[in-house]
């Protein structure tokens, strides 16, 4: 393996879900905001950076979250908490952002890429993919998917359950950078999904469209944070070669 790959895979097997967070060893909290900048820069469907993050470091809304996180100890120790927010609403302001950075790469360029570029972000994504508001749209496109898929492979989704499932992946794909960034800086992290999303979206002065991924509890794991040795069903049963 090449030297970075060896230094990826320290990284990724020294990375748990620690839940107790050392309060008495040093933590440099821009090791937070460097991570969430390296998520940022996570792959995400169409570009769109459907995702907002939050960092919760003051003393104050720490305490408030404890509860909110059904009193977790990932919560109740963590330094700084982190919520990964899904922002499928946002979708008309990131897609006339990407428009306007499509004019701005291809100019006046009329070539075959170039049109395709503005045409998508232009026509394809207002008209055929998030702009859905009864759902009608949503199940015309997947009968037209399922008719057309009869003869060739097609795209299968379409819906708005689908572009939701999407926007998670996407937060998630980001949430996974943060961690392993955090565990790169020397910290480490634990994912909470066993939360009161409600409450989280009213602490944050979420809107009521947005949806909370995931809170991710942040700091200096201590040596009691580690529950037990870790566990995966065997590379037989998940992987396959076809």
Not at 77 to 104: C, G, H, S
Not at 152 to 159: A, D, K, L, S, Y
Not at 196 to 207: F, N
């Amino acid at each position: 393996m090449k030297e970075n790959a060896n230094i990826f895979d320290e990284i990724v097997n020294e990375r748990r879900s620690v839940r107790i967070f050392d309060a008495e060893a040093e933590f440099d909290s821009q090791s937070v905001h460097r991570s969430i900048e390296r998520a940022i820069l996570s792959p995400n469907s169409s570009n769109m950076q459907l995702w907002e993050f939050y960092r919760i470091n003051s003393k104050e809304k720490l305490q408030k979250m404890t509860p909110i996180c059904l009193g977790q100890n990932a919560a109740k120790t963590a330094r700084e908490l982190v919520v990964i927010v899904a922002r499928k609403d946002l979708w008309r302001q990131r897609q006339k952002a990407n428009l306007a950075e499509m004019k701005k790469i291809y100019g006046d360029r009329t070539d075959k890429q170039a049109k395709r570029a503005i045409r998508y972000y232009g026509s394809i994504m207002p008209r055929y993919y998030y702009n859905d508001p009864f759902g009608v749209w949503g199940f015309i496109k997947k009968s037209i998917f399922f008719f057309f898929g009869l003869k060739r492979p097609f795209i299968r989704h379409g819906n708005a359950t689908d572009i939701r499932i999407s926007v998670h992946k996407s937060a998630a794909l980001a949430a996974q950078t943060f961690m392993l960034s955090m565990k790169a800086e020397g910290y480490d992290t634990c994912p909470m999904e066993g939360i009161d999303s409600l409450r989280v979206k009213k602490l944050l002065k979420l809107p009521r469209k947005a949806e909370i991924v995931m809170v991710i509890g942040c700091g200096p794991g201590s040596e009691k944070g580690v529950y037990s040795d870790r566990f995966r069903i065997p590379n037989e049963e998940v992987i396959f070669e076809v």
